[in-house]
């Protein structure tokens, strides 16, 4: 009797717990934007828009991590921000590739979208930015962008990853282009100069990374993408294939110094490689692919 009454209340619970994640839903709310000033000793000031997000955590734009970018952005290159949110990367890609550079800058999310133009129009002197407000695809199709939290600090396309349903309770739609082609279209003159793209899109990563299968053989860019927390190891397994399959060799940047936009202790700068078993050593975490022909 005693087990049926304990398991009677848990069902009870498991059932007012669903109930009210249907029927409490906090208010959307529209977030400021305010203007940071960073001093870099070799890029001197930096201007950024901070988007005031209740839960957005407060951006730092270092030396350190301008350098990180230097080490594979040159100037004049190209290099593509995929998930750029307000651009705490694109800024220091950016300065990398300097104002005869570009880099194209994505993300569907509209509401942080108006922060990252507005951080496109800053450091002009400096930078070249060009904001693109569409999701990453596969296809020119409407996308449903799904969050967690009912003002979109995050979020990303659905059905492409394993997730849990509350990351996915507030949603929109979003229009998605093919993103190859449309690269290939409005940006094949530039493609040549293609030496990095960073990828951060909630666990579509490997799905992006396949879109572009044709562009990373031809190109050789270096890869920044995201191990998303939520991804199975059958995903963990296709995110490093995405890479490796085309002969790059995949880094953990989890623990890496400068990328985290932190100097390196006592002049150590080390990358750890990763094999396809390793991919669920961390949860969560930043992967490098380097074409083995640049290592």
Request: glycine letters at 8%.
């Amino acid at each position: 009797m005693r087990v049926s009454i304990l398991g009677t209340l848990r069902t009870a619970r498991r059932l007012l717990a669903g109930l009210k994640r249907r029927i409490w839903r906090p208010a959307f709310v529209e977030a400021g934007v305010r203007r940071l000033t960073f001093h870099l000793a070799d890029e001197g000031d930096v201007q950024f828009a901070e988007w005031l997000h209740a839960v957005s955590a407060e951006p730092v734009i270092t030396q350190a991590k301008v350098d990180f970018f230097k080490r594979f952005i040159r100037t004049g290159d190209l290099a593509i921000d995929i998930g750029a949110h307000e651009g705490d990367t694109t800024v220091p890609m950016a300065l990398a590739a300097g104002r005869e550079g570009t880099v194209l800058a994505i993300d569907p999310n509209p509401f942080v979208f108006k922060v990252l133009a507005e951080n496109a129009g800053l450091n002009l002197t400096k930078t070249h930015i060009i904001p693109l407000n569409f999701a990453a695809a596969c296809d020119d199709a409407d996308y449903i962008f799904a969050s967690g939290d009912p003002s979109f600090i995050n979020g990303g396309i659905v059905g492409y990853s394993h997730n849990r349903a509350g990351n996915t309770r507030y949603r929109f739609t979003v229009p998605g282009k093919n993103l190859a082609r449309f690269l290939n279209e409005h940006y094949g003159d530039l493609l040549d100069r293609l030496t990095f793209i960073k990828i951060d899109v909630e666990g579509y990563d490997k799905e992006v990374l396949r879109n572009l299968s044709g562009i990373l053989a031809q190109y050789r860019p270096v890869v920044v993408a995201e191990c998303f927390g939520e991804l199975t190891r059958r995903e963990r397994g296709e995110l490093f294939h995405a890479l490796a399959d085309h002969e790059y060799r995949v880094f953990s940047l989890a623990e890496h110094e400068p990328w985290l936009g932190r100097p390196s202790p006592a002049g150590v700068d080390t990358l750890r490689e990763l094999g396809e078993q390793d991919m669920s050593v961390h949860t969560h975490f930043d992967l490098m692919g380097i074409p083995m022909e640049k290592r």
